[in-house]
């Protein structure tokens, strides 16, 4: 059977000498990977980037779990966040959020949407986005079911838990103008982290978060 769908990228495995499994988001098989045979020129790696939202043709299989992508494009080229070094950084640190947090398997209703809205939201911002990943934070858990209000952080971000607060109740715009040096930055990304892991039982270990501690310091 085939089907035709679109995919939110969110980690790559190379498999062989010229395939690759891709481990994605999809309105249709939620969180899936998938096989790509003839993947492994460079020319070709690049549709794979972290959160590229692809819209792909998957052949499913009665004999095996893994299903194959084939006949890939891009639906959005995303050039604002590819020809910036600080927005790819953070798509970076928001894919492997969601490729630890969201389990093999998982199909949380309308997180594909929230996930592409999101994306798009990061292309677009010009300037003033240094936040952008602690908001996303917080509207991660919100998609993932546990609605926390800013009493429910508390125990988590201790003293940040007025900034946090306000994260929670202002606007986006106003929440992306919210002055933090690096340091308490880092600190309430690692802090809502730590929330995350609460809930979903589980050692997230996002090593991306170093980069934009040295990019955002």
């Not at 549709?47 to 639906?75: G, M, N």
């Not at 602690?134 to 993932?144: D, G, N, S, W």
């Not at 979903?200 to 310091?217: D, I, Q, W």
């Amino acid at each position: 059977m085939v089907k035709v769908t679109e995919l939110i990228i969110l980690h790559t495995t190379k498999f062989g000498e010229n395939s690759i499994v891709i481990h994605t988001l999809s309105k249709e098989y939620g969180r899936r990977s998938f096989m790509v045979r003839g993947a492994g020129k460079k020319s070709v790696m690049t549709l794979f980037q972290p959160l590229s939202v692809l819209e792909a043709e998957i052949h499913e299989s009665s004999i095996s779990k893994l299903y194959t992508a084939k006949h890939l494009t891009s639906k959005h080229p995303l050039l604002g966040i590819r020809n910036n070094i600080y927005k790819n950084s953070m798509t970076m640190f928001m894919s492997e959020v969601l490729y630890r947090a969201v389990k093999d398997g998982a199909a949380e209703q309308g997180l594909f949407e929230w996930c592409e809205k999101d994306i798009l939201l990061l292309d677009a911002i010009e300037n003033d986005f240094s936040n952008f990943h602690i908001r996303f934070l917080l509207e991660f858990a919100i998609a993932l079911g546990f609605s926390p209000e800013s009493r429910d952080l508390q125990p988590f971000v201790g003293d940040h838990y007025p900034i946090v607060e306000r994260f929670m109740k202002e606007p986006f715009a106003a929440s992306m103008l919210i002055p933090l040096n690096g340091q308490t930055r880092n600190d309430i990304a690692d802090e809502i982290l730590r929330y995350i892991e609460f809930h979903t039982e589980s050692a997230l270990n996002v090593n991306s978060l170093k980069v934009l501690r040295e990019l955002f310091a």
